[in-house]
Structures are given as structure tokens and as C-alpha cells.
């Protein structure tokens, strides 16, 4: 554990240098950055050593008080989360520090980088702690930090919004976490992980509560359908490289805490088939909505919806063919889930960094505002199509592996599970074939109407491509998106303990053996690249010779303007006419209606239709209910007193009826 200690003292004492040094941004961003990535290099080394095979980690603090001592330790569970973490953690880190740079003067840069900083650090602590008390301190402190991030432009009404929201859905997931681990407590007489693993077998309806709790108050982190309100809010308002490691990691988290408290309960037959329901849904909500945003950062927020949702839907398959004695189905499922959330990892802080550098050049996020990004800034234009390739699921790159073993996985229950179980299976593979059409069509879309065509505003005109320190991460994370789809079986092989731990020897036996088919897709994958190189050198060289200017036809138009092209709204209409009039983005239209008119506008609203249609409605109605208590509030200390005084008094009565406090 001393490395991953280093790591969260490093991260710690970097962000209050940060803090101090806050007259000097340059200095205070380049010291927490520093801090950062030494913190992240230093803790990937243990990580890295338990997920190949090594010791676990375990570390004892002793704590004065009830809650008992405070543990720490890594097991391959933790440490398949730590290694995405430590890695876009430092990367993320080195890109902020220019990202924000180009806030100074306006905005103080030490607290950003503070909360970074924390960010991280406690994420650390989450996936090392061993005991509830601590887990849900971190929680929180995690859960504050990217508030704080979140909430960086809070001069924006849309900003402060999202930051209320985030904190809202937050503290919502975590109030379904205490319960959780206080049902725990109770029923294994202790708050350590050791104590709720050795506990005595627990009755079915405890455990389906248990599992209920988790999926709620963890999905809320996750992005789970209908909890995940908060996710395209907080993700489209935050710095580009905060949005990265969120989508990137912190989400995730939510997933590593429903696996956790997984491994305490008896395993039940219907947690597969809930949980494949779960991801489809989430996934085709998420990709569904993606489709129609005009904010670059909405889309991508809604695809890690999509993306959540496909490896929930892996470790469906797993926990299902785990629980029916096919370990040949749980190992695709398994294989599959997790090689893809670390995919995602990959492909989404590489699409969010890309996107912050369009930010950054051109001043917009907004698609029907940008436009010919691709000749004012290619790097960040290559950037943004290599991730758009990846997480479409293309070959040669790695979105393809992962889910061509979730196919797999789905298929082969599907004859495998038979009856009902095989049908869902089944019916399974014709939804995420559909989800798959249409990432590709979403991703074609954001990067064709970004990066082709003309200018649509003086801002994307005017673009400037980022510098080094920018563009160096996006490339950084490109190389790796082409190294995992040329050696997922090297990949795969570091899963084995992770799968072992969570869904046994056997299944873990199946896993291994797929390696070597893994290992001959990556070999396919290179020759594919070599292929593709062979291409692009044969057509350089044909088209050696400039080719003459000539011009674009213009429909008999003397002077065209950026307006006489597709715009992202006109892209995906043909789509967005199928779907339900709930799922549509609304339309404002106001029509002139007069002989001699003023101006008419129209326009379309992009929010979430759950939000729109479930959660303002419902909030509205329990706000005007609470109004009318207000009169209890009276603004004068001496009434809270009394209340402070009445409450007590009950509190003694109560404690006197019922014959005192037990020991």
C-alpha cells in the first residue's frame, strides 16, 4: 500500500501548493499537475502488480470511536479500477493545467486544481476502502469535489443548474448507500467488508432489498436509466478534462460499488436477466437521445449512458451463465464487460479531451455553430475521428473487440439458456445490433457536421489548434485505443483474477482459454492496419499531381453561404421522425400572424424528456406542498431554539417511554 499512500498524499499536498501558489496560475496549475501525474505513476505500480497475479494489499488504521478501525486493501477488484483511474487521472491532469490557463485573469486556478486533485485522491480512497464508514466519507468527499468542478463556471445559469442537479442525484444515491450498509450492519453485527463476507447466509427477501438499494443508489453514480438525469448536465458544464475522467472513471465507480456489494449477497438466479434489461435500456435511451444534440458534450455525455449500459449488459450475460453452469457464457460476458469498460475509458477521455480542444480553439461546443474544424485544427480533428471510429465498435480499433465478445456472449446463451431465457438472449443481440447502427450513424453525424464543411460562425473560423500539451494526451490515448485492439488477448489475460473473484474459478478457467481467439483477433487487427496503411500510400501516390481549383457546385447561387449545407438538426431528422413524440426534442416555433409581421424564430429544445416529463412535474408539485409550510419558518433564532427544545424534549420522552437506550 505504500505506493497508492504516496499517491493520495502526493495529490493531497500538490493541491494546497496549488492553493497557496493561487497568485501565480501558471505556477499553482504546473505544481498540482506535477503532483498529479507523480502521485498516479506511483500508485499504478501496486495496482498494476496485483492485477497481474501479485499479493493483495491490506492496510490497518486504528480509529477511535464506535465505527471501529479503519481498513484499506487491494484485491483484483480494485485494482481493474485503478489502473483506468491512475492512467486518465495523470493524463487528464497534464491536459487541465493548459485547458485552465486559458482562464487566468478571470478566474482563480488554484481551487480548480485543488479539487482535481481531490477528485482523485478520493476515488483512491474509494476503491481501497474495506470498511462502510470509510467508503461512504470518501463517497462524499468524491462526490463534493466533482461538485466543485462541475460548478466551475458558475457564473452560468445553466452551470449553477447542473451543479444542483448533480449534488441533488448525488446525495439522493447516497442516502440509498447508507441504508444499504446500515441493513448490512445489522444483519453481519460489523461495517468491515470482512465482516459482511463472513456473515451468516441471509434470507431471499433481505438480499432482493439489499440488490435493489444497490442498483439504485449505485446507479445513480453509473448512469443508470431513469437515475442517470444528472449525467448529461454535469458532463456538458464541467472543463473538458473533468468531463473526461467523469465519464471516464467516475461513473464507473458505481459500477465497482454494485460489484462490491455483490460479492456480500447469496448470488440469485434474476440478477442476470435484471441486469441485461438495465443495460439494454440504458443503452438504447442513451444512444437514442445522443442523436439529436446539438452540444458536442451532451452527445458524448448521452453515449456513456449507451456505453454503461453495454457493460452492464456483459456482466448480465456473466452473472447469468455463472448462475446456470455455463462458465463458456459467463467468461464472454465477463470478457466482454470488462475489457469494454476499460475500452471506454480510452475512447471517451479521448473523445472529451478532443472535444475541450474544439472548445479551447474555437470557442463553442454548440454543432450547428461549428464546422471545416478539420482544416484549422487537424490534430484535434484526427483526434476526434479515431475516438468516433473506436466507440462506433469499427475495426481496427478497440470498441470492436469488446463488443464482438458481448455478441458472442449473447448468442451463445441464446441457444444455451433455451425457453424464455434464450428468447431475452436472443432478442438482446437485435437491440445492441441496433445500438451499434446507431453509434455509428450518432458519431458519423457529430464529426461530419464538426469537422467538414464550412465555418457556421466567426468563432469555428477562426479556430487555432491547441498546443502540445493539449493534443499530446489525445494522442497519447489514441496510441493506447490502437494498442488494446492489437493485443486484447495480453489485455484479457490481466482479467483473470478480476473475473475469479468475481464469479469463480471455473468461469475464470473458461475466460483464459478464450485467449488465444483473442489473440488471433489482434493479429487480424494489425494486418488490417497494414492494409489500410498499404491504401492510403497507394492513394498519396496517385493523387501526387495538385489537382486543379475549381468550383463547388453552387445550385446557380452567386454567392454561397455556410447556411446552404446540412446542419446536425437536419442530419438526424430522418431518425428523430420514428420516435415517440415523449423521446423528440421539442420544437418553438413562433409564426409571424399578420400582414406585416415581425420576425418569426424557430427553434429546438434538447432536454431530457425523463427530466421534462417525470422529475420537474413531480418536483413542482411537492415544491407548492412544502410552500405552504413556510410559515413554520419565521426568520427569528428564538423560534428555532424552541423548535431545537421541543424536539429534544420528545426525544427524552420517547427514550423514558420505551425504557431507555439499549447497551
Known amino acids: 500500500m505504500t505506493g497508492l499512500s504516496l499517491a493520495v498524499g502526493l495529490l493531497g499536498l500538490s493541491g494546497l501548493a496549488a492553493v497557496f501558489l493561487n497568485g501565480s496560475p501558471r505556477l499553482a496549475t504546473g505544481v498540482a499537475a506535477l503532483g498529479a501525474v507523480a502521485a498516479c505513476a506511483a500508485g499504478l505500480w501496486p495496482a498494476v502488480s496485483v492485477l497481474t497475479g501479485g499479493p493483495p494489499l491490506a492496510m490497518k488504521w486504528v480509529s477511535a470511536g464506535a465505527f471501529g478501525d479503519f481498513e484499506l486493501g487491494v484485491d483484483p477488484l480494485s485494482a481493474f479500477f485503478l489502473v483506468p ?29 485543488l479539487f482535481f486533485n481531490l477528485l482523485v485522491a478520493s476515488m483512491v480512497v474509494v476503491l481501497t476502502a474495506r470498511t462502510a464508514v470509510l467508503f461512504l466519507i470518501a463517497w462524499e468527499v468524491m462526490s463534493l469535489s466533482a461538485y466543485l468542478l ?83 448536465e454535469a458532463h456538458a458544464a464541467a472543463p473538458s478534462h473533468v468531463s473526461a475522467l467523469m465519464s471516464g472513471v467516475l461513473i464507473k465507480l458505481g459500477l465497482y460499488g454494485l ?39 451532451r452527445v458524448l455525455a448521452y453515449s456513456s449512458i449507451e456505453n454503461v449500459g453495454l457493460v452492464t449488459v456483459g456482466l448480465g450475460i456473466a452473472f447469468w451463465g455463472a448462475s446456470r453452469n455455463l462458465p463458456a457464457v459467463a467468461a464472454l460476458g465477463a470478457l466482454g464487460a470488462l475489457l469494454h469498460l476499460w475500452n471506454h475509458v480510452l475512447m471517451k477521455g479521448l473523445l472529451f479531451l478532443a472535444a475541450g480542444s474544439g472548445v479551447h480553439g474555437a470557442g463553442t461546443r454548440d454543432l450547428e455553430r461549428l464546422g471545416g474544424l478539420v482544416k484549422r485544427m487537424p490534430h484535434t480533428a484526427a483526434a476526434l475521428l479515431v475516438g468516433s471510429v473506436a466507440i462506433a465498435g469499427l475495426p481496427p480499433l478497440n470498441g470492436f473487440v469488446s463488443e464482438w465478445l458481448l455478441y458472442r456472449g449473447l448468442i451463445g446463451g441464446g441457444s444455451a439458456f433455451g425457453g424464455a431465457g434464450g428468447v431475452l438472449s436472443l432478442l438482446s443481440v437485435g437491440v445492441v445490433s441496433g445500438v451499434g447502427g446507431l453509434t455509428a450513424l450518432c458519431f458519423m453525424r457529430a464529426s461530419g457536421v464538426a469537422l467538414l464543411g464550412q465555418a457556421r460562425s466567426d468563432a469555428a473560423a ?31 489475460a490481466a482479467l483473470a483474477g478480476t473475473i475469479g473473484q468475481l464469479f469463480g474459478a471455473t468461469v475464470r478457467a473458461s475466460a483464459t482459454a478464450e485467449l488465444s481467439g483473442l489473440t488471433r483477433l489482434g493479429e487480424v487487427g494489425f494486418w488490417l492496419w ?12 496517385l493523387v501526387r499531381a495538385p489537382a486543379p481549383e475549381v468550383g463547388t457546385w453552387d445550385c446557380g447561387y452567386a454567392a454561397p453561404t455556410s447556411r446552404m449545407q446540412y446542419t446536425a438538426r437536419s442530419f438526424s431528422q430522418l431518425f428523430e421522425d420514428l420516435l415517440p413524440s415523449a423521446l423528440r426534442a421539442r420544437a418553438v416555433l413562433r409564426a409571424p400572424r399578420s400582414y406585416f409581421p415581425p420576425a418569426g424564430s424557430y427553434a429546438t429544445q434538447c432536454d431530457d424528456p425523463l427530466t421534462r416529463g417525470l422529475y420537474l412535474p413531480f418536483i413542482a408539485s411537492w415544491a407548492d406542498r412544502f410552500a405552504r409550510l413556510r410559515w413554520l419558518q419565521q426568520g427569528h433564532l428564538h423560534m428555532y431554539l424552541l423548535y431545537i427544545l421541543v424536539v429534544v424534549v420528545l426525544a427524552l420522552a420517547w427514550v423514558g417511554w420505551t425504557g431507555g437506550v439499549p447497551p
Request: one cysteine or more; aromatic letters at 12%; proline letters at 6%.
Open 462 to 492: 477562426q479556430a487555432h489548434e491547441s498546443s502540445a500539451w493539449m493534443t499530446g494526451p489525445m494522442w497519447l490515448l489514441a496510441a493506447l485505443a490502437g494498442a488494446a485492439a492489437l493485443f486484447p488477448g495480453r489485455l484479457a
Open 259 to 297: 460489484l462490491r456489494t455483490l460479492t456480500f449477497l447469496p448470488r440469485a438466479d434474476w440478477w442476470g436477466p435484471t441486469l441485461i434489461v438495465v443495460g439494454l435500456s440504458g443503452a438504447l435511451f442513451g444512444i437514442t437521445l445522443a442523436l439529436y444534440q446539438r452540444d458536442l458534450k
Open 150 to 232: 462541475v460548478s466551475f463556471d458558475d457564473e452560468l445559469p445553466e452551470v449553477r443548474r447542473a451543479g444542483w442537479v448533480f449534488l441533488i442525484c448525488a446525495h439522493l444515491g447516497l442516502a440509498c448507500l447508507t441504508a444499504l450498509f446500515l441493513l448490512l450492519d445489522q444483519h453481519a453485527h460489523g461495517l468491515s467488508f470482512s465482516a459482511f463476507l463472513s456473515a451468516p447466509p441471509m434470507g431471499a427477501g433481505l438480499s432482493a432489498g439489499l440488490f435493489a438499494l444497490a442498483v439504485v443508489g449505485f446507479g445513480v453514480k453509473a448512469g443508470f436509466v431513469p437515475v442517470h438525469v444528472w449525467l448529461p
Open 85 to 113: 483511474l491512475l492512467g486518465l487521472g495523470g493524463v487528464t491532469a497534464a491536459y487541465g493545467r493548459e485547458y485552465l490557463l486559458a482562464y487566468q485573469g478571470r478566474k482563480w486556478l488554484g481551487p480548480p486544481a
Open 530 to 541: 497494414v492494409a489500410l496503411g498499404a491504401a492510403w500510400v497507394a492513394l498519396a501516390w
